[in-house]
């Protein structure tokens, strides 16, 4: 009995005005920053990829594979977070064996298969099925075995069956850009449908959320494409990285505009949470929402963005400055995430009080954690790139029928 | 004649075999008695039934400490149950000499309560814990069963701190409490039974900032005609912060 008490006395230090009781320690972690923030990406590298495959933007062609599989390396890696946050993934499977219509956040097993199992791998494998039969026919060893699997051992490569493959993949592209808007719609859903939680209890969150996944995909694929190029001493296409930075910052904007919009509304609306709410960003947020967010990770990288795609600046300048940029907005939308999770738990829902997060180090959902989620879909490309090199040309010619 | 193509019949084979597998796996997975009564296994109720109880209640003590249970329901402390301070007791009520439950007898415990805090309502008793008589046991001086000041507390602040400790920073500082509320002195006994009054008009505070009014010469005077037009004063100044207009410091 004292130690509980003391405990709460110790918790209570850190506490300013009002809280209810389960409202000291906050139930969603730095991991629940990290799983929108993984799935933001997936959804933005993938519509990145369906740029070029169904609005046909040709400069963007050198990127299209890339995205792809940086979009799969991530989604594997998805819903790795939620395991380790909710700590039984033994008992992952039973949402999709006893599915409850009635509750959002169970239908993610199936949002996330359907992307996983309908869209990307399909894509990917149609994307790639002629290559890997042709790489299989020069190639000998366990590799050549492991691209005749991947191909699941079929051999036809006659120019029928390469149109199809051209044709489905455009198709599942077209499916595929709704399943995108719906796997991260779908996760800003999860925070927009809270009535009780005035922070997140927003229709246009899942818009907001929407926004800022297709910025982060773009820059990431960006980042990217720079690091990969240049590791494999090629030259970049200078062409496509500038096509990129302008949707980049089209996406920036929309982004931008949407959060201002949100904000405004609220400040308008002004509802009885405007108070609690209004020092929250003054205070606990400022750094991580006025600073990060907004101006080092918006304002700054566009006026950045802006101004180096329409000045005549050597290309190397152009490129440290694209990139700088693009880490900005990464960091950026990293906060975005941040301020949604933990902002959002930081308020007594009493609205009189604030509380704090403490990050822990070690432990299941702390920063080594943490960093070794967002490390490992690094690791997985790496490892999809060896396999599926999307820059690899066969040298055979293609069967003709 | 178009051929039906290749890959879709190999890309048909592992799906069919995963859908299929799930399928089998789901007959062995999910427990019999899931769903009949809801979305949860019925056996559930069962072994969350055969759980050991911890908690049993205020009337379980009664038994026992009739006498206590009795003086504590009419005391102040009567919306407060025996096992918030005593904990669980089951343990004991099933073989009192054996586990005794703790109580708390240090200072340590009652300021959970009772520790000054400016969003718990009006009147509710708080005390500031380093000032209020340090270094002593709260139950020194008062019953945990029926707590009673050891007299009435003379300063309206022992109730209403938040509101003092606001007036004390104010320009009404030097304006007593009584002036604007006629307190009968039972009410620092039995608070809810006899209320204190509050102005009830504009007039009011006119008897002192009114241009006429006969009161000290630094006190800052108005128009009582057009200031404010006919709204009552303390729609715009907090009467006990009175520099505060509408929230915003002037």
């Known amino acids: 009995m004292e130690s509980l008490n003391e405990r709460l006395m110790s918790a209570l230090q850190q506490v300013s005005g009002y809280i209810y009781p389960n409202e000291i320690e906050l139930h969603w972690s730095l991991l629940i920053v990290i799983y929108p923030f993984i799935t933001g990406l997936v959804a933005g590298a993938f519509i990145l990829a369906s740029l070029e495959k169904v609005f046909n933007v040709k400069e963007l062609t050198p990127t299209y594979r890339f995205a792809l599989l940086t979009a799969l390396s991530f989604l594997f890696v998805a819903p790795l977070p939620l395991l380790a946050h909710l700590g039984h993934p033994l008992r992952s499977y039973e949402i999709f064996f006893t599915p409850n219509l009635s509750s959002a956040m169970a239908a993610f097993g199936f949002v996330y298969a359907w992307y996983l199992m309908a869209v990307l791998l399909l894509e990917v494998w149609f994307e790639f099925r002629k290559d890997l039969i042709l790489w299989a026919r020069e190639e000998r060893g366990l590799i050549k075995w492991i691209h005749r699997a991947l191909a699941l051992f079929s051999t036809d490569v006659s120019e029928e069956a390469v149109r199809f493959d051209e044709k489905a993949a455009k198709i599942i592209t077209v499916i595929g850009i709704p399943s995108a808007f719906l796997l991260h719609g779908y996760v ?29 995909g773009i820059a990431l694929v960006l980042i990217l494409y720079t690091i990969v190029t240049l590791l494999r001493s090629e030259k970049i296409d200078m062409k496509c990285l500038d096509r990129l930075v302008e949707f980049l910052f089209y996406a920036v904007i929309i ?27 003054c205070n606990k947020l400022f750094v991580s929402l006025v600073i990060m967010q ?3 990770g918006t304002v700054l990288p566009a006026i950045f963005l802006v101004f180096f795609r329409y000045s005549r600046f050597p290309e190397e300048l152009r490129r440290l400055a694209y990139f700088i940029s693009a880490l900005l907005i990464e960091m950026g939308i990293f906060c975005t995430r941040w301020n949604v999770v933990i902002g959002g738990q930081l308020f007594s829902k009493s609205f009189r009080g604030l509380t704090v997060f403490k990050v822990e180090i070690t432990g299941f959902e702390g920063i080594l954690m943490s960093l070794a989620l967002l490390a490992l879909p690094f690791i997985i490309l790496f490892v999809v790139l060896k396999i599926l090199p999307p820059w690899r040309i066969s040298s055979l010619p293609v069967d003709k029928n | 004649m178009k051929r039906f193509p290749n890959q879709i019949i190999r890309l048909i084979i592992p799906f069919v075999i995963i859908i299929a597998g799930l399928l089998i796996a789901k007959k062995f997975l999910v427990p019999a008695s ?144 009584t002036v604007c509320h006629e307190t009968p002195t039972e009410h620092r006994m039995n608070p809810r039974m006899y209320v204190p009054t509050i102005p009830a008009n504009r007039e009011f505070c006119g008897k002192c900032h009114a241009k006429d009014a006969q009161s000290a010469k630094e006190i800052p005077r108005i128009d009582m005609g057009t200031h404010g037009e006919r709204y009552v004063c303390w729609e715009c100044h907090y009467p006990h912060l009175p520099q505060v207009y509408n929230g915003a410091a002037k």
């Open chain 1, 294 to 296: 907004v101006l080092l």
């Open chain 2, 34 to 177: 899931f769903g009949k009564l809801g979305h949860f296994r019925a056996d559930a109720l069962g072994e969350a039934m055969s759980k050991p109880i911890h908690y049993v209640g205020q009337q379980a003590c009664a038994d026992c400490h009739d006498e206590i249970v009795k003086k504590k329901a009419a005391s102040y402390h009567k919306g407060v149950a025996c096992e918030v301070c005593h904990g669980p007791g089951s343990a004991h009520v099933d073989s009192p000499t054996e586990n005794k439950p703790p109580a708390p007898r240090d200072r340590g415990f009652c300021p959970v309560c009772h520790s000054y805090n400016p969003s718990r309502p009006t009147g509710f008793p708080q005390i500031v814990t380093v000032t209020h008589n340090p270094g002593k046991a709260c139950i020194s001086c008062h019953n945990a069963h029926d707590p009673v000041p050891p007299h009435a507390p003379e300063q309206c602040g022992a109730c209403h701190g938040d509101i003092a400790r606001t007036k004390m920073a104010s320009p009404h500082v030097d304006v007593p409490c």
């Open chain 1, 188 to 216: 800003g859903f999860i925070f927009g449908s809270i009535k009780a939680n005035p922070w997140w209890s927003s229709v246009l969150i899942p818009i907001v959320f929407l926004a800022s996944a297709i910025v982060s």
């Open chain 1, 255 to 281: 982004d931008f505009s949407l959060e201002v919009l949100d904000f405004i509304h609220r400040l308008y609306q002004s509802e009885d949470s405007i108070k609690i709410l209004s020092q929250m960003v």
